[in-house]
């Protein structure tokens, strides 16, 4: 057995937790996103379904264009929001599609990389992240707040 896959092994019941509960906010914060295409006035059925089979980052775009200009929903709101929702949807990618290890006291992730948004090269790339355990509540409460801004959004929509 390959050495990555058995220090697998190694992850505690805290360590799985914590990649669960993230992998959990991430996928409700994907919900949201198609949830709040859906509260836009006048999306149509095509798009709807377009957003239901989109992905996390198609859902962003969708919404960005859907939203950009409205006067219902404060600008500088909307920036902060769409900010949030890029490192949330990097974080996705590492969380859903990542090899989780833990190695010298830390949870260590290895991903392949499709997309290089840094370069725009499209370059494939193997990415190891470290981090340390304590930082799962601070991204815990920041998806959180995700949840949150979206949420508002949506209910500034219906009352439109």
Request: hydrophobic share 35%.
């Amino acid at each position: 057995m390959n050495s990555e896959i058995k220090s697998l092994r190694r992850l505690n019941e805290g360590q799985y937790s914590s990649i669960g509960r993230t992998v959990s906010l991430l996928t409700a914060i994907e919900y949201e996103l198609f949830r709040t295409i859906s509260a836009v006035a006048g999306v149509t059925e095509k798009e709807t379904t377009k957003a239901a089979r989109g992905t996390f980052d198609q859902r962003k775009t969708m919404l960005r264009e859907k939203l950009t200009g409205s006067t219902r929903i404060n600008s500088n709101s909307l920036n902060t929001l769409f900010s949030k929702l890029d490192v949330a949807s990097e974080l996705r990618s590492q969380f859903a599609h990542g090899l989780w290890a833990a190695e010298d006291g830390q949870l260590v992730c290895k991903f392949i990389k499709r997309h290089n948004r840094v370069d725009a090269t499209n370059q494939i790339a193997l990415q190891t992240i470290q981090m340390p355990s304590e930082k799962f509540e601070l991204i815990h409460r920041n998806l959180e707040y995700i949840l949150i801004e979206l949420d508002v959004i949506q209910k500034q929509l219906g009352e439109s």
